[in-house]
């Protein structure tokens, strides 16, 4: 069984690769948060296990659930 990096009911946002993403322009600069890891959602570019709840108005997206990477996330860091 694949261990993954991040869990359930973490706070994420898009990496640096995320970002580069054209697909993701709709979440540049928002928060999420990870509601489940599924190994079975696939599209034509792979697999995209971390369903993901995005706060926020997500343009093309009513309900704000979107798939990511695990490479295109990043877990929220605190400011100082």
Not at 32 to 37: A, E, F, K, P, R
């Amino acid at each position: 069984m694949k261990q993954w990096k991040y869990k359930a009911g973490e706070l994420v946002e898009l990496s640096a690769g995320g970002k580069k993403s054209q697909q993701n322009t709709a979440v540049v600069g928002m928060i999420g948060m990870i509601l489940s890891i599924e190994e079975s959602i696939t599209y034509q570019r792979g697999a995209y296990p971390y369903v993901i709840q995005w706060f926020g108005e997500v343009y093309n997206c009513p309900d704000g659930k979107l798939p990511m990477k695990e490479y295109e996330i990043k877990r929220v860091r605190a400011t100082r």
